[in-house]
């Protein structure tokens, strides 16, 4: 008996590991020679119905686990494959670019309630300060936070489990490893509460928003204040804010941001309510809470114009608070050369109004006695707008 034991064992010897495969692959060949299953069927249903046929024409005693296992796996490879297609599974490449874009701008923009409203109430102007998360795990989480080192071992041996595995199996070790990434933040807000500002509209309604003015070499009005109308940054966040606001100083006669509100108004009135009447009009259906899609009807059927929502977006961030910033500055110019010192001042001859001789009013020429053209801007981008 010990001989022939021994026999086998040299003979198993001297195979070669392509024999022993070659061995491997006849003997599954053989478990599995029941199983005649057709990839050209892409849909679970008409796998299903395979399937279904398989199992019909397949022995009793040969529906053993592993044959199981193998039909399942075949089921399951059309579901995974609409899955990627659909972008439901997660690889870790696609993963890392998910997260980056859930923690982008336009990834925020489309969670808030307020949609791009909702970022600006944050008073912040910078997209790149939002493209990765502030949160992460560190070193100290680690040693202090209970149970989440044991967490991160789990993490790694399951992503490691995850690298070997096939099928069905494979695509359920990473959902697990996703849901338990998710888990790990979870835990850490559990244990350190982070603060957050609730009160940003209600501290900028207390603000004390005195500042200093001046003129740069460049005739260029620039102001000191922490919330002024000469930033269009500035104007954004209170035309977000406008309503709230308003309704928080309604009564404050001590409030600066009441009476910067009411000078913002009047701003408006004179920049967009008669020169650029769609323009006035978006900014008081924003204000008013509504929606892009819904603008652009309301546009379309008073002006028969139809903006794209990206184009309205772009008109409500960035065209109407310059304009309004321009009407600001030269609002405040026309103020200080006639009140506080005297200025030069020169009259259109194409309008025939009188204006500040200022780079904000007339363009530069140096052949000119004065050294503006004697034509205003306004007139000037009129003639242009008009060819």
């Known amino acids: 008996m010990n001989t022939e034991y021994e026999d086998a064992l040299d003979a198993e010897d001297e195979l070669s590991v392509e024999d022993i495969e070659n061995q491997i692959q006849q003997e599954e060949e053989k478990e599995f020679e029941y199983i005649k299953m057709d990839y050209s069927l892409e849909t679970a249903e008409e796998r299903n119905e395979k399937v279904k046929e398989i199992i019909a024409n397949t022995p009793p005693e040969r529906l053993t686990p592993r044959y199981l296992d193998k039909l399942a796996e075949y089921l399951t490879q059309p579901i995974t494959k609409q899955e990627r297609k659909e972008k439901h599974i997660l690889t870790e490449n696609r993963l890392v670019t998910i997260n980056k874009r859930e923690t982008s701008y336009e990834g925020l923009v489309g969670k808030l309630e307020n949609g791009e409203d909702g970022l600006y109430n944050m008073i912040i102007n910078d997209k790149n300060v939002l493209l990765s998360p502030k949160v992460e795990i560190t070193q100290e989480d680690l040693d202090t936070i209970p149970g989440l080192k044991e967490l991160r071992d789990i993490i790694r041996q399951v992503e490691e489990e995850a690298k070997w595995a096939t099928g069905k199996r494979k695509y359920l070790l990473k959902k697990q490893v996703i849901e338990m990434r998710q888990q790990q933040y979870v835990l850490k807000n559990s244990f350190h509460q982070f603060i957050y500002s609730r009160s940003t509209v209600k501290t900028l309604a207390r603000l004390d928003l005195s500042e200093n003015v001046w003129v740069d070499a460049e005739g260029e009005v620039h102001s000191s204040g922490i919330v002024n109308l000469f930033e269009p940054a500035h104007i954004v966040a209170l035309l977000c ?48 809470g509504k929606q892009n899609a819904e603008i652009q009807q309301l546009l379309l059927n008073k002006y028969g114009i139809k903006h794209s929502v990206e184009y309205i977006s772009a008109l409500w961030r960035n065209k109407i608070p310059k304009l309004i910033c321009d009407q600001a500055k030269d609002n405040w110019l026309e103020w200080h050369f006639t009140f506080e010192t005297k200025g030069k001042w020169k009259r259109c001859s194409r309008c025939g109004q009188i204006k500040l001789a200022h780079n904000r009013f007339f363009s530069k020429n140096n052949t000119s006695k004065d050294g503006f053209y004697s034509i205003c801007k306004e007139c000037r981008n009129k003639g242009r707008k008009n060819k």
Do not use: C, G, Q
């Open 241 to 288: 804010n406008y309503s709230v606001l308003k309704e928080d100083t309604w009564n404050k006669f001590d409030s600066d941001m009441r009476w910067m509100l009411i000078d913002l108004e009047n701003i408006i009135n004179k920049a967009l309510k008669e020169k650029h009447p769609l323009y006035y009009d978006l900014l008081i259906y924003k204000i008013d």
